[in-house]
């Protein structure tokens, strides 16, 4: 089993920044890639970033140039570093793990982020 625990979340006001990390445990196959997903009121849950054991990244184009994902291979680490937030940035995220080789995927329980003045 896998255990995915973010913190970072938190109200913050437009053209700000936040943080959002996010901690992996347990068994971990070692080809997978990592991310964070949001999902507002009344909408659906949609890919934000994306990264490989590899280092390939993948963003949804709203976010390309605001948002940065990072991981740390070692620790088992990934972060989402998002700048110039908007309010329709606000939403629930949700950290992923996916096993590349089964597809097999894990969710955190997710943490709320608001940008709001």
């Known amino acids: 089993q896998v255990q995915l625990v973010e913190s970072g979340g938190g109200l913050v006001q437009p053209g700000g920044s936040l943080r959002l990390s996010c901690a992996a445990s347990g068994s971990i196959f070692r080809i997978n890639a990592m991310g964070w997903y949001r999902q507002a009121p009344g909408k659906q849950r949609e890919l934000v970033a994306s990264?490989?054991?590899?280092?390939?990244?993948n963003y949804a184009e709203s976010v390309k140039g605001r948002f940065t994902i990072s991981r740390d291979n070692a620790k088992n680490m990934v972060y989402l570093q998002m700048n110039s937030l908007k309010p329709e940035d606000t939403a629930v995220y949700y950290c992923?793990?996916?096993?590349?080789?089964?597809?097999?995927?894990?969710w955190g329980q997710g943490t709320q982020v608001t940008v709001s003045s």
């Open positions: 990264i490989t054991s590899g280092g390939r990244t």
């Open positions: 992923n793990l996916r096993n590349l080789v089964t597809a097999k995927e894990y």
